[in-house]
C-alpha cells in the first residue's frame, strides 16, 4: 500500500502580501527544514480525507481550519524516502481572520512567509515548493474569475477591502473601475442594508458575499 500524506496549504494576507503557513519539522526526514504542516492518512482515526486534514491540522497547528478544500493530489515513487511509492493530499484554507495557531506534534516552531518566494524555495522539505506554486496558481485562478468561497472574507466588507484582497493574492493592481463593473455585473455580491463605514463625507457601503 503506498503511503499517503495530508499536506496543509494555509494562506493569509499580511500586509499586502499573500503569505503561507510553514512548519519547521522536528523528525527526518528533511529534519529542521520547513515544509507545509502535514501528516499520515490514518486509516483508523480518520473517517474520510477531509477529517484526515482537520485532525492534522488539529496535531500540527493546535485548532480547526475554516473551509479547507481538497486541491490537489500527487504521487509517485520518489516523493518521500520512507516509503517506496507514496501520494500526498493537498487541503487549502485561506483565512480572512486571524486564527490562533501553535506548534504542535512534530513540529518545531510555524512561521509565516512570502507565499511566492515559498513556491520557489529548493530548500522547503520534499516537494513542497511546488505544491504551494500549485496552490497559489489555482487560488489566483478562482480570484481572476471571481470565484469567491466562502471564508475568503470576513462575514461583512467593503468593495476597496475585497479589492485590496484580491490585489494581495494576484500580486498585481486592479483597475478599480473595471474591477466593480465586473463584480457588478457578476452579481455575486450583496448590500448590508443601511450599513456603511468610514467618514462622513465619503463613507463605504458593506458588503456580504451572496
Known sequence: MPLVRLDLVVFRVEASILQVLLAKRQQAPFKGRLGLPGGVLRIDLDASLEAGAQRVAQERLGTALP?????????????????????????????????????????????????????????????????????????????????????????????PQLQARCEAILGAALNKVTFRRRIEEAGILKEVPGKLVGGAHRPAQVWRIA
Open 67 to 159: 473551509q479547507v478544500r481538497q486541491v490537489l493530489a500527487v504521487g509517485g515513487a520518489q516523493r518521500d524516502p520512507r516509503a517506496p511509492w507514496a501520494m500526498t493530499v493537498v487541503y487549502r484554507a485561506v483565512l480572512s481572520a486571524q486564527l490562533p495557531v501553535q506548534a504542535g506534534k512534530r513540529v518545531q516552531e510555524l512561521v509565516w512567509l512570502d507565499a511566492q518566494h515559498a513556491s520557489l524555495d529548493e530548500a522547503l522539505a520534499f516537494d513542497h515548493e511546488q505544491l504551494i506554486g500549485q496552490a497559489i496558481a489555482g487560488l489566483r485562478a478562482e480570484v481572476e474569475a471571481l470565484q469567491f468561497r466562502p471564508g475568503f472574507m470576513p462575514e461583512e466588507f467593503t468593495l
